[in-house]
């Protein structure tokens, strides 16, 4: 049974910086590709950064060069470590594989709030 869990949200003023992980159990990890995503409030969940099993990584225009998404296979973890946030980053930030994701693998994500 794959489980996935997201910390390190939390309350940050505009332009701070913030690195979440997500823990994974399970065998999927060594195999897949795995992403960042978010969902605001009354939007739809985006992924917004992905990193293959060899470190290859793409990003959503909206972050790239403020995100940087990392992976350490021997943890089972992915990062992500958000600089430069803003109030538009506001939003639960979840984990699954990517690009394409399982719908039972979401866990409770972590929530990121940016605000002054």
């Known amino acids: 049974q794959v489980r996935l869990a997201e910390s390190g949200g939390g309350l940050v003023q505009p332009g701070g910086s913030l690195r979440l992980s997500c823990a994974a159990s399970?065998?999927?990890?060594?195999?897949?590709?795995m992403g960042w995503y978010r969902q605001a409030p009354g939007k739809q969940r985006d992924l917004v950064a992905s990193?293959?099993?060899?470190?290859?990584?793409t990003y959503a225009d909206s972050v790239k060069g403020r995100f940087t998404v990392s992976r350490d296979n021997a943890k089972n973890t992915v990062y992500l470590q958000m600089n430069g946030l803003k109030p538009e980053d506001t939003a639960v930030y979840y984990c699954?594989?990517?690009?394409?994701?399982?719908?039972?693998?979401w866990g409770q994500g972590t929530q990121v709030t940016v605000s002054s």
């Open positions: 699954n594989t990517a690009p394409r994701y399982y719908s039972t693998y």
């Open positions: 399970g065998t999927i990890f060594s195999i897949q590709t």
């Open positions: 990193i293959t099993t060899g470190g290859s990584t």
